[in-house]
């Protein structure tokens, strides 16, 4: 169907799910029935009080929010709730033709629905303020694309009805009924949302602090009321004291709840609004031209950042949890494997040992042995990695001397250096270089950046590791190659986890792309780094930087 997509349901609380699953017809009746009232009701009463103070129509129309909020649950479906509930307000209220009520009433209905129909093309999850993705389509979709049919509709009303209307009052028209639609979306629909589903509580939020939140949001609502208050301390108060109230709402998204902090933010705009229409608060007392633009600024910039927070530090904390639970699974997973291995290798040297010389046991106990334990180096990275990120591994410290950290170095890595057919230099200068540090890290450290020189370079290269001081006392450890070298890309990537190069030169030597980023890990922990100096056809420069703290002598 062509229009299918406009039955989209971005968000589907539990409450109405089960409601739906058990009588569908009763469900979306009575969704529609309380859209329908609620939109008339908050229109007339929001009417009715702005027009006291000779504004109307409304420069905030909040049922918008009401039309928003039930479009997110019920997608199209809830479309005659929202056209009836505006109908009648707009019958009410307006003195206007039958067919301007029905142009107004639809859009009115149209702009939701396909808001809600945005948002949930580009935040598929039912969350929209989980993710910047998805508060990035609440506020396309469901603030600027609603505002505009909306505002397009109601335009387009009222010079149909109204004879040779100039253009650019239209225009006029239009600009304003969108400011109303979407400053009233922003008003109120995130709070709604938030308390017809599921509450958003952000991680780790404690529960102890729900006294102080408390304590928080009535200091908020008293500061806000005396901040506005006609004739009180608001008066004498620079337009920009009222952007401070923004301070206590970004604590409570931090620490306890959106769902908390917008609903407070939402009784805090009742206040604004109330004393600035009724002709009191910092906006109107400070003498500026239009004190509800200021306030729709107030409106906007609150929403947008405390929306923002939330969704940022929910991405934030969702990625450490998914790398904790990366971590201990790589760490249960290595645990498990260790047992096995050992039992392997120790049954494959009883064989090898017991074999004859040159016979085909040997040679092949052999190989499972050298095979063995190359997978059990790899389950150690995979513990190492676990640890690292877990913030479990301590460092073992101690001496280290740095000639003979390179010289063991070499000699393990020129096995691996022969058959590559590289040649494999040392170089340490005849001061004595000491330092202190975790010895097996260091050793990892080397051997991992030894390891990708090697397989970085051709058969008839050079890879060459030495030691140095710096002029800043710090000590550093090159390994220089004349290898295939590394574009600005994959220098980019080279120390993330399980990352590779795609050159077939640099895969022959296999790995798996742990080696360098354990390596970057045990530096950090030194206060150290490894920096890459590299160019495709120019070779690389690897270079492991301990800070002077950690110099001997």
């Known amino acids: 169907?062509?229009?299918?997509?406009?039955?989209?349901?971005?968000?589907?609380?539990?409450?109405?799910?089960?409601?739906?699953?058990?009588?569908?017809?009763?469900?979306?009746?009575?969704?529609?029935?309380?859209?329908?009232?609620?939109?008339?009701?908050?229109?007339?009463?929001?009417?009715?009080?702005?027009?006291?103070?000779?504004?109307?129509?409304?420069?905030?129309?909040?049922?918008?929010?009401?039309?928003?909020?039930?479009?997110?649950?019920?997608?199209?479906?809830?479309?005659?709730?929202?056209?009836?509930?505006?109908?009648?307000?707009?019958?009410?209220?307006?003195?206007?033709?039958?067919?301007?009520?029905?142009?107004?009433?639809?859009?009115?209905?149209?702009?939701?629905?396909?808001?809600?129909?945005?948002?949930?093309?580009?935040?598929?999850?039912?969350?929209?303020?989980?993710?910047?993705?998805?508060?990035?389509?609440?506020?396309?979709?469901?603030?600027?694309?609603?505002?505009?049919?909306?505002?397009?509709?109601?335009?387009?009303?009222?010079?149909?009805?109204?004879?040779?209307?100039?253009?650019?009052?239209?225009?006029?028209?239009?600009?304003?009924?969108?400011?109303?639609?979407?400053?009233?979306?922003?008003?109120?629909?995130?709070?709604?949302?938030?308390?017809?589903?599921?509450?958003?509580?952000?991680?780790?939020?404690?529960?102890?602090?729900?006294?102080?939140?408390?304590?928080?949001?009535?200091?908020?609502?008293?500061?806000?009321?005396?901040?506005?208050?006609?004739?009180?301390?608001?008066?004498?108060?620079?337009?920009?004291?009222?952007?401070?109230?923004?301070?206590?709402?970004?604590?409570?998204?931090?620490r306890v709840s959106l769902r908390t902090a917008y609903s407070l933010f939402t009784l805090v705009l009742v206040i604004a609004t109330a004393a600035t229409v009724s002709g009191g608060g910092p906006f109107v007392t400070s003498g500026l031209a239009r004190p509800l633009t200021a306030l729709g600024a107030m409106l906007v910039l609150f929403s947008v950042n405390l929306l923002l927070i939330a969704a940022l530090v929910s991405e934030q904390r969702g990625a450490s949890a998914e790398s904790r639970a990366k971590s201990a699974f790589l760490a249960a997973v290595s645990h498990e494997l260790r047992t096995p291995l050992h039992g392997m290798l120790g049954m494959a040297e009883i064989v090898r040992d017991d074999a004859p010389a040159g016979s085909t046991a040997r040679r092949n106990a052999a190989l499972i042995l050298e095979s063995g334990r190359h997978l059990l180096n790899l389950v150690d990275d995979l513990l190492d990695v676990a640890k690292v990120e877990a913030g479990a591994y301590r460092l073992n410290e101690g001496e280290i001397d740095a000639a003979s950290l390179v010289m063991g170095c070499a000699v393990v890595s020129e096995v691996e250096a022969r058959r590559a057919g590289v040649t494999l230099k040392e170089s340490v200068g005849a001061e004595p270089l000491r330092l202190k540090g975790d010895p097996r890290a260091a050793r990892h450290v080397l051997l991992a950046l030894l390891s990708n020189a090697i397989k970085f370079t051709p058969s008839g290269g050079t890879v060459t590791l030495s030691a140095r001081r710096e002029a800043d006392g710090s000590v550093a450890f090159a390994v220089a190659d004349t290898g295939i070298g590394m574009t600005e890309g994959a220098r980019a990537r080279a120390f993330d986890l399980f990352w590779q190069a795609k050159t077939g030169d640099a895969r022959r030597a296999g790995g798996v792309g742990l080696g360098l980023t354990i390596a970057r890990h045990f530096m950090v922990l030194h206060g150290g780094e490894i920096v890459l100096d590299s160019a495709p056809g120019k070779g690389t420069v690897a270079t492991a930087r301990f800070p002077a703290a950690r110099t001997i002598g």
């Open 1 to 254: 169907m062509p229009w299918s997509w406009l039955l989209s349901r971005p968000v589907r609380p539990s409450w109405f799910e089960a409601l739906l699953a058990r009588q569908p017809a009763l469900a979306w009746l009575a969704l529609n029935a309380t859209t329908a009232l609620t939109y008339f009701v908050l229109g007339f009463a929001v009417s009715r009080f702005f027009s006291t103070f000779g504004l109307f129509p409304a420069p905030i129309w909040l049922p918008a929010s009401v039309a928003l909020a039930a479009a997110m649950i019920g997608g199209a479906r809830v479309a005659p709730g929202l056209f009836l509930g505006s109908c009648l307000a707009n019958a009410v209220l307006f003195d206007a033709p039958a067919h301007v009520v029905a142009l107004i009433s639809f859009t009115n209905a149209l702009g939701p629905v396909v808001g809600a129909a945005i948002l949930a093309r580009w935040a598929p999850d039912g969350d929209p303020f989980r993710r910047l993705p998805g508060l990035l389509a609440f506020i396309a979709g469901g603030v600027v694309v609603h505002g505009a049919i909306v505002a397009s509709g109601g335009a387009f009303a009222i010079w149909w009805s109204v004879p040779a209307m100039p253009a650019a009052e239209a225009w006029s028209i239009w600009q304003r009924w969108w400011i109303s639609d979407a400053g009233g979306a922003l008003y109120a629909a995130p709070a709604l949302l938030l308390w017809l589903t599921s509450p958003i509580r952000l991680p780790e939020a404690a529960q102890d602090r729900h006294e102080h939140a408390l304590v928080v949001s009535i200091a908020t609502l008293v500061a806000t009321t005396l901040v506005f208050a006609s004739g009180g301390i608001g008066a004498g108060l620079g337009t920009y004291v009222p952007f401070l109230l923004v301070l206590p709402l970004a604590w409570l998204t931090l």
